[in-house]
Structure formats: C-alpha cells, structure tokens
C-alpha cells in the first residue's frame, strides 16, 4: 500500500483544501482499495505544500533554477535500484514531492483546485517511481500512468 504524510509549510492551504492531510489519506485509500500492486508492501513519501518562496528556494538549490515552479520531486532511487527494492523490501521510501499552492491557484481557467492539486501530487508521486518526461515517449507513458491513476481517484 502507498502512504503519504504530509507535511504544511505554508497555512494558505487551509483556505483552499480545510486538512490537507485528511484530503490525501482519502485519496490514497481509494487507490489503495483500487488498485492492490502494492498489497503487501509499504510504500511511502513525504508531500510538502509550500507557496512560492519555499519551491523557489528548493528549486534553486537542488536545480539552479531561480524561480518558483509548480512541483518538484526527489527520487530516492533511481528506476532500476527502486524496482529491486521493490521485488525485495516489504518498506519503501520513494522520496519527497513538493507543491506550490501559488501556481495552482493563479492558474488561468481553473475551475476545480482540488482536481489541479490531484494532478499535481500524483505527477510528482509517479516521478518517485522513476519516470519522467524528457523525451516525447517517456511524456506519453507518464501522462498514461498518471491518467490511470487519476481514474481510481474519481
């Protein structure tokens, strides 16, 4: 089973999802419920929810990007190393998502927070297991991981 904990680095979350923590527990257990891949091991990470000046901190940082974004993910190992971990340990922990409420709720034309921010966390959580999107085949394979799990969600 997958787990998250969450951790609020910036208080404005409140305004826009009442407990966060609460939000993505139901989440996850509906995915959980959902999809049983991972029944018999523990597989977990941590979500940071930030706003503009922590990510642009990390960003710089970790990606020399001096600017803030709308999500960041550290991988604590890479795909091949996680896989065996997988196959092996009944505990993983797959590393850190960040995410800045201000790109979410500055965004032109929104009209569900809640949906951005699953899109957000779940890109980021399908970054811990090793994807990316670098080439125009690994973004097609990622935006089909990331749609399916969507789709438990709902």
């Known amino acids: 089973m997958i787990r998250i904990n969450v951790i609020i680095a910036n208080i404005r979350w409140h305004r826009y999802i009442k407990n966060p923590g609460n939000f993505i527990d139901k989440k996850i257990n509906i995915y959980n419920q959902k999809n049983k891949t991972f029944k018999k091991k523990t597989i977990f990470c ?19 990007k001096n600017q803030p974004t709308n999500v960041l993910s550290f991988p604590f190992y890479k795909k091949k190393e996680l896989t065996n971990r997988i196959k092996k340990d009944k505990e993983i922990y797959l590393g ?4 800045n409420l201000s790109k979410i709720k500055d965004k032109k ?5 809640k949906l951005e ?38």
């Not at 850190?96 to 995410?99: P, S, Y």
């Open 46 to 64: 941590t979500l940071l929810l930030s706003g503009d000046k922590e990510i642009k901190k990390l960003n710089f940082k970790f990606r020399k």
């Open 96 to 99: 850190d998502i960040i995410i």
């Open 109 to 113: 034309n929104i009209t569900n927070f």
């Open 117 to 154: 921010f699953n899109k957000l966390w779940v890109h980021g959580l399908v970054h811990l297991f090793g994807h990316d999107h670098k080439r125009e085949k690994d973004f097609k394979k990622m935006n089909m991981i990331e749609k399916k799990f969507l789709s438990y969600l709902n």
